[in-house]
């Protein structure tokens, strides 16, 4: 997770430029997926898919640009839209090769 977000912030594009959105979207996506990954053996999946989706908003609005708030949230949102059903997936799939 830790290298998923210096990679992130390191190759943003510049203030003025269209692509920061989408940047800051697939880098909140990212993290949103790393973090339920890796909470969800700690705690139940919806309740690792909130506590992801927080934590990906928050630390991308302190270390990237609060003024991005909108593309962030859409991102940590989208990266929990797809991570919940993958990690459900192979939930299913660890227990039923108990």
């Known amino acids: 997770v830790a290298?998923?977000?210096?990679?992130?912030?390191?190759?943003?594009?510049?203030?003025?430029?269209?692509?920061?959105?989408?940047?800051?979207s697939l880098a909140s996506a990212g993290l949103a997926f790393l973090l339920v990954n890796a909470l969800w053996q700690h705690m139940p999946l919806k309740?690792?898919?909130?506590?992801?989706a927080i934590a990906a908003c928050g630390l991308n609005l302190l270390a990237l640009s609060p003024d991005s708030w909108l593309a962030i949230a859409i991102g940590s949102v989208a990266g929990v839209l797809?991570?919940?059903?993958?990690?459900?997936?192979i939930d299913r799939l660890i227990a039923s090769r108990r």
């Open 47 to 52: 309740r690792a898919c909130l506590v992801g």
């Open 3 to 24: 290298g998923w977000f210096a990679f992130s912030a390191l190759v943003q594009p510049g203030a003025e430029d269209p692509v920061r959105a989408v940047s800051q």
């Open 82 to 89: 797809v991570g919940y059903p993958v990690i459900q997936r």
